[in-house]
Nanobody, 119 residues
Framework: QVQLAESGGGLVQTGDSLRLSCSASGRTSYITAMCWSRHAPENEREFVASMRWSGGSTYYADSVKGRFTISRPKVSYTVNLQMNNLKPDDTAVYYC????????????WGQGTQVTVSS
């Protein structure tokens, strides 16, 4: 089992920045990747960004490339999502999730943190 706790959401204006954090606990040695997804009302859940634990490769949705950065402080089980130049379309509940050895896909999910961008 891996437990995830997100933090850092809030209400901001267009063009502002926010940084989300996701801290993992439990069987963290099994983690192989972590991702951020978001879910806006009346939309399907959307992939935002991901990072592989080994090597640190990162991937981004086209909608956030150049504005969002996923990072992991060294020797930690925390992943940050720096969000710059936020737009109203970025309004959503943001979830972090982890992939672990022995399980398909992203097996563990956090509770989510709300990000609201006003115009």
């Amino acid at each position: 089992q891996v437990q995830l706790a997100e933090s850092g959401g809030g209400l901001v204006q267009t063009g502002d920045s926010l940084r989300l954090s996701c801290s993992a606990s439990g069987r963290t040695s099994y983690i192989t990747a972590m991702c951020w997804s978001r879910h806006a009302p009346e939309n399907e859940r959307e992939f935002v960004a991901s990072m592989r634990w080994s090597g640190g490769s990162t991937y981004y949705a086209d909608s956030v490339k150049g504005r969002f950065t996923i990072s992991r402080p060294k020797v930690s089980y925390t992943v940050n999502l720096q969000m710059n130049n936020l737009k109203p379309d970025d309004t959503a509940v943001y979830y972090c999730a982890v992939a672990v050895l022995g399980r398909d896909g992203y097996a563990y999910w956090g509770q989510g943190t709300q990000v609201t961008v006003s115009s």
